[in-house]
């Protein structure tokens, strides 16, 4: 299985906070920009930014060969920004449905997915943090950067608090380095409901779903045919469609794009009979 590459930005407050949790693992002897690239655990790796993540745009030309086309998978972890200053674990695909992109990427430009690794993300999430008091949700397809290979954000929200909560902190902290991309899984793009798509959140956390691209109602406004399509085709092994409402299917930019699929369609998730996390742990000792 290729490798994870966790990619920290120095600006951000909640990759440094996990900055500092995880120390300076070994080297792999490979670099970007001058920076090692890091093992922080079997089957993931590291690498610091100096920029801004959301626009660290085509980072994926700067890695090596091994990496960039390899079937890697990027993750951010980050802050979670919103108007209603929500405290909250989040996981979400890249890339802007609409013309617009005032948050890195370009309009109209999405980002390959990897929906077992997005499922396996959540799901391990859960089973940590909800002791922990937080609930984890994905999060619809948004803003950059523009990238050629696979890649997600893991976000904290925190709204007005000067740092993120420990707590949170320390849930990333664990789980980044030792999750484990779900297998047998059926997989779908999502399309419909709000920005923090408890639709599709549920049907991961519950049944034997993957999704990949979700389209909120809102982007659903904006999209138009080519960018659906190109949604579709950016989460790899879709069978089909997962709709929070029917109604959603008779969009333009929806309407015969895939087979609508059922939630029922995919069966229920045991939790117990198989890992969220690996076994193991990080190698600098998190």
Same mark, same amino acid.
């Given at each position: 299985?290729?490798?994870?590459?966790?990619?920290?930005?120095?600006?951000?407050?909640?990759?440094?906070?996990?900055?500092?949790?995880?120390?300076?693992?070994?080297?792999?002897?490979?670099?970007?920009?001058? +920076?090692?690239? &890091?093992?922080?655990?079997?089957?993931?790796?590291?690498?610091?930014?100096?920029?801004?993540?959301?626009?660290?745009?085509?980072?994926?030309?700067?890695?090596?060969?091994?990496?960039?086309?390899? #079937?890697?998978?990027?993750?951010?972890?980050?802050?979670?920004?919103?108007?209603?200053?929500?405290?909250?674990?989040?996981?979400?695909?890249? #890339?802007?449905? #609409?013309?617009?992109?005032?948050?890195?990427?370009? #309009?109209?430009?999405?980002?390959?997915?990897?929906?077992?690794?997005? +499922?396996?993300?959540?799901?391990?999430?859960?089973?940590? +943090? $909800?002791?922990?008091?937080?609930?984890?949700?994905?999060?619809?397809?948004?803003?950059?950067?523009?990238?050629?290979?696979?890649?997600?954000?893991?976000?904290?929200?925190?709204?007005?608090?000067?740092?993120?909560?420990?707590?949170?902190?320390?849930?990333?902290?664990?789980?980044?380095?030792?999750?484990?991309?779900?297998?047998?899984?059926?997989?779908?793009?999502?399309?419909?409901?709000? &920005?923090?798509?408890?639709?599709?959140?549920?049907?991961?956390?519950? $049944?034997?779903? +993957?999704?990949?691209?979700?389209?909120? $109602?809102?982007?659903?406004?904006?999209?138009?045919?080519?960018?659906?399509?190109?949604?579709?085709?950016?989460?790899?092994?879709?069978?089909?469609?997962?709709?929070?409402?029917?109604?959603?299917?008779?969009?333009?930019?929806?309407?015969?794009?895939?087979?609508?699929? $059922?939630?029922?369609?995919?069966?229920?998730?045991?939790?117990?009979?198989?890992?969220?996390?690996?076994?193991?742990?990080?190698?600098?000792?998190?």
């Amino acid at each position: 299985m290729p490798p994870a590459l966790v990619v920290l930005s120095e600006e951000d407050p909640v990759a440094s906070r996990l900055a500092e949790r995880w120390g300076t693992p070994p080297s792999t002897g490979e670099f970007v920009d001058g +920076a090692a690239i &890091r093992r922080l655990a079997s089957g993931t790796l590291l690498l610091r930014r100096s920029g801004r993540h959301i626009h660290d745009e085509h980072l994926d030309r700067r890695l090596p060969p091994g990496l960039a086309g390899g #079937g890697t998978t990027l993750i951010f972890p980050s802050i979670h920004r919103s108007e209603q200053n929500l405290t909250c674990l989040t996981v979400h695909p890249l #890339g802007n449905p #609409g013309p617009e992109a005032e948050l890195g990427g370009r #309009g109209r430009t999405v980002v390959p997915t990897d929906p077992p690794a997005m +499922a396996g993300m959540l799901r391990a999430l859960s089973e940590v +943090a $909800r002791p922990a008091g937080f609930r984890p949700t994905f999060e619809a397809t948004h803003h950059g950067p523009e990238l050629g290979v696979p890649a997600f954000f893991v976000e904290i929200g925190y709204g007005t608090a000067p740092e993120p909560p420990p707590a949170a902190v320390s849930v990333l902290a664990e789980v980044i380095p030792r999750f484990v991309p779900s297998a047998g899984d059926r997989i779908a793009m999502g399309v419909g409901g709000g &920005r923090y798509a408890p639709h599709f959140s549920d049907l991961v956390l519950g $049944r034997r779903w +993957a999704v990949g691209h979700i389209l909120s $109602r809102h982007a659903l406004e904006r999209v138009d045919r080519a960018t659906a399509e190109a949604m579709y085709a950016g989460t790899p092994r879709a069978e089909g469609l997962l709709l929070a409402r029917a109604a959603d299917a008779l969009h333009p930019a929806i309407e015969g794009l895939a087979p609508r699929l $059922r939630d029922a369609e995919a069966g229920p998730r045991d939790p117990g009979s198989g890992q969220s996390t690996r076994g193991g742990r990080s190698t600098s000792g998190t």
